[in-house]
């Protein structure tokens, strides 16, 4: 599945959570993840989220079956190592 | 086409991108935000968007021609109004 993970967690908290999602995904711009994750992997990724996320953090996973069904464009400076699709 | 708009722009300006961005979509969490476009819409916005950003700014547009191709999860808070697909 190709996934995408935007999250907005509390300051303290910033550091573990980009380094967690650093273990599965690519990072594209701030907060903002990207990359391919069977079904398992993301299962373990949110299981590791949901422990270290507290109070108000929030975090949206997008994921798609296949990566040929979304198209991602950057506009302006990009920050990932990833290339541009579209 | 169901979009999704990530965006990393200068603190000068994250007030306007903000602003043009709620006149498409629907904000969903800090500098994300999420709905439906018209391929035309779609072009609009990121004339705009191209107009307002400069030198570092960011924004990555991911597009998916229909939304039910892309599951959406949240994860803690829900800080947008849009419910949860999954």
Redesign the interface.
Known sequence: MYV?V?Y??DQKRTGKMLKLCRRYLHW?????LEGELTPMQLKQF?AE??KL?Q????????????EK???????????GSTDTFL
């Open positions: 995408i935007v907005d967690v594209i711009q701030n907060s903002v949110k989220a949901h996320m109070d108000n953090d929030s975090l949206i996973v997008f994921a798609s079956r296949d069904w979304l198209e991602k464009e950057v506009l302006g400076a990009e920050r």
